[in-house]
């Protein structure tokens, strides 16, 4: 497959809905009470790697009354995002920005083909065997801030009772050391995590379990993991909550 035929701009616009949906179809639907979650009254929510708004999307319907922040560094991925945001009545602000532990310019493995796994980082044999669409890449310049920063430059304060979503591809905790303080505020934070290594360089688990844990953010479960043929869990998107 021609590297033109991957960047005909009729590729890019379909590719990623279609890898959307094949991840719909195959990972099970978030039970709706969000592991209590939906108890809480949810007055903020920062959604980091929104993409395009996947995520924000749905938390919008599960909170109409939250305001939400989203942050997507990839241009393409952050037009839609800002679409759809800014026809959400004040309700979504949006940031072309990546996150992490410190302000810098920086590139990013854009993936072609589905932007969602897009990261800092590059992609290891293992990703690129498993998930063949992430091998065409282009790196794309970017800004990278920090958490903390972007809420202090914020005109009012955030809302009580907070939910941070991270999705990040093995940045996380860059994310978290960046964040400190915003996080010590959250109720409640959602990750994707690997346990496969499918980034050089990904934080692990455990790095992630003992950042959060000493901001007060206890493991709390799994929304869904994907599994192996043999078994094991490649990935997961885990919940950590705040103890009342």
Same mark, same amino acid.
């Given at each position: ?12 616009? =379909?590719?990623?809905?279609?890898? &959307?949906?094949?991840?719909?179809? *195959?990972?099970? +639907?978030?039970? $709706? ?17 929104? @993409? ?9 319907? %599960? ?8 942050? +997507?560094?990839?241009?393409?991925? =952050? ?5 759809? #945001?800014?026809?959400? $009545? @004040?309700?979504?602000?949006?940031? &072309?920005?990546?996150? #992490? ?11 072609? *083909?589905? $932007? ?10 293992? /990703?690129? &065997? ?25 005109? +009012?304060?955030?809302?009580?009772? *907070? ?5 990040? %591809? #093995?940045? +996380?905790?860059?994310?978290?050391? #960046? ?9 409640? /934070? ?12 990904? /934080? ?17 479960? &799994? ?22």
């Amino acid at each position: 497959m021609s590297n033109a035929f991957l960047r005909h701009p009729l590729v890019r616009r =379909y590719s990623d809905p279609f890898f &959307n949906l094949i991840g719909q179809l *195959l990972t099970p +639907e978030w039970d $709706s009470r969000l592991l209590g979650v939906s108890q809480l009254a949810i007055a903020t929510i920062i959604d980091i790697g929104a @993409n395009k708004g996947q995520f924000a999307k749905k938390m919008r319907r %599960q909170f109409p009354h939250a305001q939400i922040l989203a942050f +997507e560094p990839i241009p393409d991925a =952050y037009q839609v995002l800002k679409h759809w #945001g800014d026809r959400q $009545s @004040n309700a979504v602000k949006t940031f &072309n920005l990546a996150l #992490g532990e410190k302000e810098d310019s920086l590139e990013i493995n854009s993936h072609v *083909l589905f $932007s969602a796994s897009s990261s800092l980082l590059p992609t290891t044999d293992l /990703c690129e &065997n498993l998930y063949p669409m992430v091998r065409e890449q282009e790196k794309i310049k970017i800004k990278q801030s920090t958490l903390d920063y972007e809420i202090a430059q914020l005109t +009012e304060p955030l809302a009580s009772d *907070l939910l941070i979503k991270i999705d990040v %591809q #093995g940045y +996380e905790d860059r994310v978290i050391r #960046g964040g400190k303080q915003t996080l010590s505020q959250a109720k409640a /934070c959602i990750l994707e995590v690997s346990l496969d290594e499918l980034y050089q360089g990904q /934080c692990q688990f455990r790095d992630i379990f003992y950042l959060l844990d000493d901001l007060g953010l206890h493991y709390a479960g &799994n929304f869904d993991q994907m599994v192996a043929k043999d078994g094991h869990v490649r990935y997961l998107n885990a919940l950590f909550l705040r103890s009342s």
